[in-house]
């Protein structure tokens, strides 16, 4: 009979304590919370958050495309000559890159540590610290020394997005998205999304700029990064998430997972008393 009380008391005990400190809510779990209420049957939509971007200034080790064409055939060959310079090359070779067809990472001219880049014909430039745009009147002011105005084309861009998703992720790694821009969720999507251990309301965010890096706490979970900042990412941003407390303490993430930790460690404790009775 006491043994049969002790039991009653040790399952109220770990179905309090299972209730407390497991099954993840999904108040913890679901994205851009709090949309105002709907105004109507089927539609519910929150206020406009507007962008909030600022111009990219490039940096040492990032991947720009410059693509020179002109209406000189042989211009155009010694332009194109990137993917045989050996600055490129070691870097193709040196570098890692998710997935593959990274048309900029083989074909375009990565900023080495001096912050500089070579062009063929035109030579050095250092362009750190400056926007694709003004790399573009850089470079044209050099083209314009061979060819005339109106006889070429010039476009500047970044190649892709990289970034590195670290923590409970589901498919953690470091990943490129060839886009001109990237939201934070789109990278999370790309990186499998976040576990349902993930604490999301405190995802960190290391940015790098052109003088260190810095660490960002963002709030998933709160709409209001939508008119945030750091709603885009840029290139070589390094996501990290951290645990919740329930994976510390090692309960069942859900109820179900929960009840059957329980009940196999109650088992478990029962064929143990019963060994040492006997």
């Known amino acids: 009979m006491l043994m049969k009380d002790f039991f009653k008391r040790l399952l109220i005990f770990f179905l309090i ?5 497991s099954c993840v809510s999904n108040e913890k779990l679901i994205y ?10 089927l539609v519910e939509s929150s206020e406009k958050y507007p962008y909030l971007t600022e111009d990219y200034l490039l940096q040492i080790n990032d991947i720009v495309e410059i693509n020179i064409k002109t209406t000189d055939p ?13 600055s490129n090359m070691a870097a193709q070779q040196g570098g890692g890159v998710q997935g593959s ?26 362009i750190t610290s400056l926007t694709t745009k003004e790399v573009k009147d850089l470079v044209e002011k050099e083209v314009l020394k061979y060819v005339n105005p109106g006889e070429y ?11 590195s998703a670290l923590g409970e992720f589901n498919r953690s790694g470091k990943y490129t998205i060839l886009q001109n821009r990237v939201t934070i969720f789109e990278a999370i999507a790309f990186a499998g999304d976040l576990n349902r251990v993930a604490k999301r309301d405190e995802v960190l965010l290391v ?4 003088d260190g890096s810095q660490i960002h706490k963002i709030n ?3 709409r209001k990064l ?19 407390k329930v994976n510390e303490i090692g309960t069942g993430i859900t109820l179900i997972e929960t009840i059957t930790l329980i009940t196999s460690t109650i088992t478990a404790l029962a064929l143990i008393l019963t060994v040492i009775k006997n």
């Open 220 to 222: 998933l979970l709160d």
């Open 153 to 163: 084309f010039l476009r500047v861009r970044l190649g892709g997005i990289r970034f």
């Open 17 to 21: 304590c299972g209730g407390l400190f």
């Open 32 to 41: 851009m919370q709090n949309l105002e209420n709907s105004s109507g049957p």
């Open 207 to 210: 940015r790098q700029y052109p």
């Open 74 to 86: 042989d211009l155009n060959l010694i332009f194109s000559a990137v993917s045989n310079d050996p």
């Open 101 to 126: 067809g990274d048309a900029f990472f083989m074909n375009g001219y990565t900023i080495d540590d001096r912050g500089i880049v070579e062009i063929p014909l035109i030579g050095e430039l250092k």
């Open 226 to 244: 939508l008119g945030s900042e750091f709603y885009f990412l840029k290139p070589n941003d390094m996501i990290y998430a951290e645990p919740m």
